[in-house]
């Protein structure tokens, strides 16, 4: 079951299509073990049209085949998420910058909000490109990778073999 949800990690992570479907149906089993209905009742119908478009909708098929079915923020490898991931953060972007929190009772702030937000979030993001700013680091390699944090995680293990080790 863990290498199953590696494999799934990786295939959206890579951007691998065929890897994506083959480890999905692996999962169909655990579905129905676990009880898990609308995952094992979906998932086989999910997975019957996304392998039918190769004959049906070659188009599409090569399409989601060169990895178009993951979004890749950064040109960091193995860091694509699953499309429903992203949106789940720019949700939280949008949250968090703006202050959704607290309008949830009013119906036309919520309304207000929704149509104006992608509208801020784009000026902000222009003004950032502008003036060649940006919120985030740059970098080419995963966050867990660069030096510091290889040297904080080294001091942390050495630390915590002190605090184990008996008198």
Known sequence: MVENLLLFIRASREGNWKLHL????SFVKFFFAHDLHNYARYIPIYLAEMCSLEESEPEIWQYLDAGNFSIQKTKVPFTAIGADH?????????????????????QAALDQYFVIAPEIHRIIQSFFNYLSLSHKRISNQHRQLVDSTNKRMHEKVIEIKKDTQHP
Do not use: F
């Open 22 to 25: 083959a480890s999905l149906d």
């Open 86 to 106: 992203a949106l789940e953060q720019e949700n939280r972007a949008m949250k968090v910058s703006w202050g959704i929190v607290g309008i949830g009772n009013n």
